[in-house]
């Protein structure tokens, strides 16, 4: 296992349309996080899984946004009718819930355009 | 709610040179403290954190940071800094018994000059 995957690395969309990132955590780790960067500042949590559950969200999750993780493997994250704010990297994290070094590990992200 | 500083947006250095890069956070109970590097257009790598204990930390590529309750500060510091080490830093905070959900810091970044 190499760590955590993201698909894809970049997305270019028009205003308007739907899109869907997918993340692949570490596969023995239960905790899955989203967060979103925008150009110049550091990562804003958006919400997290412990395993299938979906456990907080932040009030940036508006209701264009929603994310999954079935079965408590993968996870997914679907932005409708994309906005030009929407513009962003979006960072998906894992990490084992109970483990000592507070282990965290970050995706490469997927950057996001909306034009 | 908890929240962080990060005093300097850019920091300049001459290579060799030693670097500092100053956070600062507030919360109203105890944290555990982080710093993160990211590489252009990658994702963030975990170089030190504070979780309990000496308030000196070691981590990864020669740095260090010093938490300091009493000024609420968790400073990264490298006694030598190299080409490779340009990259940009953010600090994080994180109360223990939440969900584990990292506050970043705005970043700092950090470019070292030949």
């Known amino acids: 296992d190499t760590g955590v995957s993201q698909d894809p690395r970049h997305k270019i969309t028009k205003r308007g349309q739907n899109v869907t990132f997918r993340c692949d955590p570490i596969s023995e780790h239960n905790r899955l996080y989203w967060y979103r960067q925008t150009l110049g500042q550091g990562p804003e949590f958006l919400t997290y899984f412990q395993n299938e559950a979906q456990l907080e969200k932040s009030r940036l999750l508006s209701d264009r946004f929603s994310a999954e993780r079935p079965k408590g493997s993968f996870s997914t994250l679907e932005i409708q009718r994309t906005e030009q704010g929407d513009s962003a990297m979006y960072l998906c994290?894992?990490?084992?819930?109970?483990?000592?070094?507070?282990?965290?590990?970050f995706g490469s992200g997927t950057r996001l355009t909306v034009v | 709610a908890q929240s962080v500083t990060q005093l300097d947006s850019q920091v300049p250095v001459f290579e060799e040179a030693p670097v500092e890069l100053r956070c600062n956070y507030s919360?109203?109970?105890?944290?555990?403290l982080f710093w993160y590097v990211q590489y252009p257009n990658q994702g963030l790598q975990l170089l030190l954190k504070?979780?309990?204990?000496?308030?000196l930390v070691k981590g990864i590529n020669g740095f260090e940071a010093e938490f300091n309750k009493s000024q609420t500060s968790f400073h990264l510091r490298k006694p030598s800094v190299h080409i490779s080490d340009t990259a940009e830093y953010f600090c994080a905070v994180s109360e223990p018994g939440s969900a584990r959900q990292l506050t970043f810091g705005s970043g700092t970044q950090l470019t070292v000059l030949p």
């Open positions: 919360s109203s109970v105890s944290v555990y």
């Open positions: 994290a894992s990490s084992l819930d109970g483990t000592v070094n507070y282990g965290y590990t």
């Open positions: 504070y979780l309990s204990g000496s308030t």
